[in-house]
């Protein structure tokens, strides 16, 4: 099975500090996304890339930066943390070229940030 | 535009059926999952519709009216597991999943 790894679980950051959310997946999709998911709201999209080197920006990339150096590797970052950014933090990634189900998502286990 | 919907919010009965409805709007159209995600957790992979009808798998079922931008997930003999959210998504002309908020399924006993 694939697996996609969050570095940490839980996070308390301070407000202005940089931050880093780092995401890694084993089985060499091309295609990796960060979300955030705040109750009411949903998934919604920061930033994706669909390649190493290339990235796009999501719904609601302000604040956000990212990095894919790697293929496997998909990080996320918050240049000056705000408690607005407090929330849960979702890595996912996917084989879009399997097509059908296969394009669907494997989600990390999820980051919980809180910016005091 | 897109949008996509489904309610905030279900309560059902331990061993009942619960039937959770999406609607979704869009100009382009790659098929329709759904997403189980318990509190805390991620999201994890339950179903994938592409065509019309009905798509059983144990005591999970979807089904896909494309011409109706309609679906739902049907959960028979429901467990006390089973209180999650469930999120349906769908992918666009992009392949990009366009993600509903989620319907949170209390059950009680």
């Known amino acids: 099975d694939v697996k996609v790894t969050q570095s940490s679980r839980y996070l308390v950051k301070r407000t202005g500090e940089k931050v880093f959310l780092e995401c890694v997946q084993d089985?060499?999709?091309?295609?990796m996304f960060w979300y955030r998911q705040d109750p009411g709201l949903g998934l919604r999209l920061i930033y994706f890339?669909?390649?190493?080197?290339?990235?796009e920006k999501g719904d609601i990339p302000e604040g956000y930066s990212v990095s894919r150096e790697k293929k496997e590797r998909f990080s996320l970052i918050l240049e000056s943390a705000s408690t607005n950014q407090t929330s849960m933090y979702l890595c996912?990634?996917?084989?879009?070229?399997?097509?059908?189900?296969?394009?669907?998502?494997?989600f990390g286990s999820g980051t919980r940030l809180t910016v005091v | 535009g897109q949008n996509i919907d489904q309610p905030t919010e279900m309560t059902a009965t331990e061993g009942a059926i619960v039937q959770i409805n999406c609607t979704y709007q869009?100009?382009?159209?790659?098929?329709l999952f759904w997403y189980q995600q318990h509190a805390g957790e991620a999201p994890t992979f339950l179903s994938y519709?592409?065509l019309d009808g009905l798509e059983e798998k144990g005591r999970f079922s979807s089904f896909l009216s494309r011409s109706k931008g309609y679906s739902y997930l049907l959960l028979k003999e429901l467990q006390m597991k089973d209180s999650a959210s469930y999120l349906c998504?769908?992918?666009?002309?992009?392949?990009?999943?366009?993600w509903g908020a989620g319907t949170k399924l209390i059950i009680k006993p």
């Open positions: 996912a990634s996917r084989f879009l070229r399997g097509g059908g189900r296969d394009y669907g998502y494997t």
């Open positions: 089985m060499d999709h091309e295609n």
């Open positions: 890339s669909y390649d190493v080197k290339m990235k």
């Open positions: 869009t100009s382009g159209f790659n098929g």
């Open positions: 519709n592409v």
């Open positions: 998504a769908f992918g666009d002309s992009n392949y990009q999943l366009i």
